[in-house]
């Protein structure tokens, strides 16, 4: 008989992940499990002394190719408040300038001594790539237009905490959603949990109905935000990149503002219960205006805050052998 | 595994009625005292002792819950990660007694990281230790203050503790022996 330790802790009931690349293999179980021990972690981050020793010894790196300041300062915080070595890396003035591949970087890491691994990269699909090449643990922390997990369950945690429930909430998605990762996990995230989602979004930023129904069946879309906003519990805006006007896909940034951006007169439309979301970085005045992103509604400054509990939670998870 | 009960719920009771009057008599009262059940059977202990203590003192000491799960020493060895639950002190424990409440004291690891969960979490004045039960087998110099009872094992034998409140039954405290077919294995 193995030596027994005394504890009365249950083990977690849904088996060790060893990546998180997105939310499509994650069970409604697991997500719930993550939001619990977000919440546990939660705690921490309001004591005065803002640190466990959990991931001493363990060495997490942030591999980022991409710009992004909330999503790398989080993952740094979250790792450093689990007392885990932090190290982070940006494509820029490293040996990645002379040329050496994104393999060959992620061995020479792995050499180095690192055990997580947290990888933004411009090219959808790079995270699944390196985890082939990495014997330690990969966290996608944004993958081209492909997935952004930790986003989406940012986002759950802070719907969850506002309503103590995910299930049923008429969630609605509005802006660039063809290009948007943050949509995409969130739609995993959201249908698992049972939520209604609607996605809004000018028609040449919307993509065909069976594009999205072939992955998410009960997914509606719509072009008409103020249709979408009657009955909604959730608004979340998402940052319209000013590219898409230089790509053709808009006419002007005004008009799209005219029909898509959260603004007072919408909000006022809405009940005072609906929250309004957004994962930053926002354009304020193209999909959002200034006055609603501070509104009392507004949960936009709690998500950042909310992201480095959930970053904690998965740390956390991945961690061990 | 062979079951057989060495306290029943009325056992249990005493004993936590005597370890209430023993820390009331240790600390000569309970005004700076603050009760932190560790994570999941020291809690409903805690509370039980709380509840004495205000029959005979008048008085309600404040409860509160310690999860030690992140301050584990064993975590990587243990396969998945364990869950973790919230830690919810009432009050500042700067400057104040805290005792400590766990079902069993055995290799002394959990209050090792209790200790350690504590110091970052305030200074207090002292910790003291009360448990239901102390099986031995100390891995660490540590001791209890407060003991409910003191029962001889061998390592390779279970105790466990069921509280109604955790468990759902009546409440008891059993020893696991291995079977002899199964010791052989």
Redesign the interface.
């Known amino acids: 008989m193995p030596h027994q330790t005394h504890t009365s802790h249950p083990p977690s009931p849904t088996a060790r992940r060893r990546h998180v690349c997105d939310l499509d293999d994650f069970t409604r179980e697991e997500i719930e499990e993550v939001l619990e021990t977000a919440d546990s972690m939660k705690e921490i981050l309001s004591r005065e002394i803002k640190q466990v020793p959990t991931l001493r010894g363990t060495t997490v790196i942030n591999m980022f190719f991409e710009e992004s300041t909330r999503t790398r300062i989080s993952f740094e915080l979250a790792a450093r408040a689990l007392s885990a070595t932090v190290v982070n890396f940006t494509g820029r003035g490293s040996s990645v300038e002379k040329g050496e591949s994104l393999i060959d970087t992620v061995r020479t890491i792995q050499a180095l001594g690192a055990n997580i691994l947290v990888l933004r990269h411009s090219q959808a699909g790079v995270p699944y790539l390196v985890s082939h090449h990495f014997k330690g643990s990969v966290i996608n922390a944004g993958d081209g237009c492909h997935a952004h997990p930790t986003q989406a369950l940012l986002d759950l945690f802070t719907i969850q905490q506002k309503f103590d429930r995910i299930e049923r909430l008429n969630v609605v998605i509005v802006g660039d959603i063809l290009h948007s990762r943050v949509a995409r996990s969130n739609l995993w995230g959201l249908t698992k949990m049972e939520a209604n989602v609607t996605l809004c979004a000018p028609p040449t930023l919307l993509g065909p109905l069976p594009f999205w129904h072939a992955s998410w069946p009960n997914v509606r879309l719509s072009s008409n935000l103020d249709e979408c906003l009657d009955g909604a519990d959730v608004v979340m805006a998402l940052r319209l990149q000013k590219e898409r006007q230089q790509a053709g896909l808009l006419p002007s940034l005004r008009e799209y503002s005219r029909f898509f951006a959260l603004t007072s007169e919408r909000l006022a439309a809405t009940s005072a219960h609906t929250l309004v979301m957004h994962p930053g970085p926002m354009n304020e005045g193209v999909e959002i205006t200034p006055e609603v992103a501070t509104s009392p509604q507004s949960v936009i400054e709690e998500q950042v805050t909310n992201g480095v509990a959930v970053r904690m939670a998965l740390l956390y998870r991945l961690a061990g052998e | 595994m062979s079951e057989k009960q060495i306290l029943n719920a009325e056992d249990i009771r005493r004993a936590l009625v005597r370890i209430a009057h023993e820390i009331a008599e240790r600390n000569e009262g309970i005004q700076e005292l603050v009760l932190v059940g560790i ?4 809690v409903p202990l805690a509370e039980r002792i709380c509840a004495t203590l205000a029959d005979f003192e008048g008085q309600t000491v404040p409860v509160g819950h310690l ?1 030690i ?4 020493d ?15 002190l009432p009050q500042n424990i700067t400057g104040r007694t805290v005792v400590l409440v766990d ?2 004291l ?2 002394g ?2 209050v090792r990281a209790a200790l ?2 504590l110091a ?2 305030g200074r207090p004045a002292c910790i003291q230790l009360a448990v239901l039960i102390d099986r031995g087998h100390r891995e660490l110099p540590v001791r209890a203050d407060f003991v409910g009872k003191n029962v001889p094992t061998s ?2 034998e ?2 466990d ?1 069921r509280l109604h409140e ?1 468990d759902g039954i009546p409440d008891e405290v059993v020893i696991g022996r ?1 079977d002899q077919d ?2 052989q294995k």
């Open positions: 994570r999941r059977r020291g999860d799960t992140l301050y584990r064993d975590l990587s060895l243990r396969g998945p990660a364990p869950l973790v639950q919230k830690t919810s079902d069993v055995y290799t690891r959990t350690d969960a970052d979490l390592r390779s279970r105790v503790v955790v291995p199964e010791d």
